[in-house]
């Protein structure tokens, strides 16, 4: 089985932009997380989605969104970069269907950097 | 509100020494998941156990091994005779609720030929 899979690998943005990151789960798998990895703020939760529904959401601005589309792959949009921004995305799906706390296999994320 | 907190910045050891990596959490709720994942250069987390507020009984895996304590509210890990492959960053992760990770600091493990 293919594991988690993350596109693109390397981004560069300016500030003001905006940009989307892409998520294909291991195939089954129907729920994708993701976190966002910073030296200064460590590993923290952005959203959940489940059957195309955010399950929950973490501590970010409005400027972070999401959706997951029918076939579990996931998107993640920030409009109007910052300099703060800039963070290893990391994707993690799992198979559960239910509130389990399964444990997440973890895509090799993306690195954006905002200039 | 929950925490994770890994004291350890940093551990550096010899290939074959023991090594045990310290995570404290809080919670409020008492239904809880406790995770440690490793995240090696290429950048992706990898699971390596998963624990439930009612299950204190520890465990051996080959070179790993798990403490886990609700009286202190602690969960260790333990690498036995580490190898340098086991160099990495240690995260541990608590969870109440669905896939909502609250991660420690981490722990930078250096393991030296």
């Known amino acids: 089985k293919a594991g988690v899979t993350q596109t693109p690998r390397y981004l560069i943005k300016t500030r003001g932009q905006q940009v989307t990151l892409s998520c294909s789960p291991i195939?089954?798998?129907?729920?994708v997380s993701w976190y966002q990895q910073t030296p200064g703020q460590g590993l923290q939760f952005l959203f959940e989605?489940?059957?195309?529904?955010?399950?929950n959401k973490g501590n970010f601005p409005g400027r972070f969104s999401g959706r997951q589309f029918s076939n579990s792959r996931s998107e993640m949009n920030v409009s109007t970069l910052e300099l703060g921004d800039s963070a290893l995305y990391l994707c993690?799906?799992?198979?559960?269907?239910?509130?389990?706390?399964?444990?997440?296999?973890f895509g090799s994320g993306t690195q954006l950097s905002v200039l | 509100a929950q925490k994770v907190t890994q004291a350890q910045t940093e551990i550096s050891v010899v290939e074959k020494e023991d090594v045990t990596l310290d995570c404290v959490y809080e919670?409020?709720?008492?239904?809880?998941?406790l995770f440690w994942y490793k995240q090696p250069p290429s950048g992706e987390l990898v699971f390596l156990i998963r624990?439930?507020?009612?299950?204190?009984q520890n465990e051996i895996s080959g070179r790993y091994s798990w403490n886990f304590q609700k009286s202190t509210s602690s969960f260790n890990f333990t690498i036995t005779a580490s190898q340098v492959v086991d160099s990495a960053v240690y995260f541990c992760?608590?969870?109440?609720?669905?896939?909502?990770?609250?991660f420690g600091a981490g722990t930078i493990l250096r393991v030296k030929s």
């Open positions: 992760a608590l969870s109440e609720y669905g896939n909502k990770l609250v």
């Open positions: 989605y489940f059957s195309e529904t955010q399950r």
């Open positions: 993690a799906s799992s198979p559960d269907d239910s509130t389990v706390n399964e444990k997440l296999f």
């Open positions: 624990r439930n507020s009612f299950d204190e």
């Open positions: 195939s089954g798998h129907r729920s």
């Open positions: 919670t409020r709720d008492t239904t809880y998941y």
